[in-house]
Nanobody
Framework: QVQLVESGGGLVHPGGSLTLSCAAS????????MAWYRQAPGKQRELVAIANERGTTNYADSVKGRFTISRDNTKNTVYLQMSSLKPEATAVYYC?????????????????WGQGTQVTVSS
């Protein structure tokens, strides 16, 4: 099955930095987009950053200038570099991949989600 393996979450003080990574299993190809979402307690899941197949990136206004999303297409991996972290960044961060599973017979990309990794920004 398709797997998205996330890592890099943890506890960090305000102003600190973390880098999240998400490695998609090799049975996913024709990846249209890779992204990071987050969901804070009591809030809806929101898009943090996304990188599409053209290399174009987009960010939530709240993280522009502080977060950077990047892709390594040879490794089916997406990263999220986070700096100047604020307490409001505390959330479960979810990796998202839109792509096609090998041997599925599908001609259209599907949505895949990681398990989520906790990021806590606290003094």
């Amino acid at each position: 099955q398709v797997q998205l393996v996330e890592s890099g979450g943890g506890l960090v003080h305000p102003g600190g930095s973390l880098t999240l990574s998400c490695a998609a299993s090799r049975n996913i190809f024709s990846i249209v987009a890779m992204a990071w979402y987050r969901q804070a307690p009591g809030k809806q899941r929101e898009l943090v950053a996304i990188a599409n197949e053209r290399g174009t990136t987009n960010y939530a206004d709240s993280v522009k200038g502080r977060f950077t999303i990047s892709r390594d297409n040879t490794k089916n991996t997406v990263y999220l570099q986070m700096s100047s972290l604020k307490p409001e960044a505390t959330a479960v961060y979810y990796c998202y991949v839109k792509g096609i599973e090998c041997y599925s017979g599908s001609y259209n990309p599907d949505d895949y989600w990681g398990q989520g990794t906790q990021v806590t920004v606290s003094s």
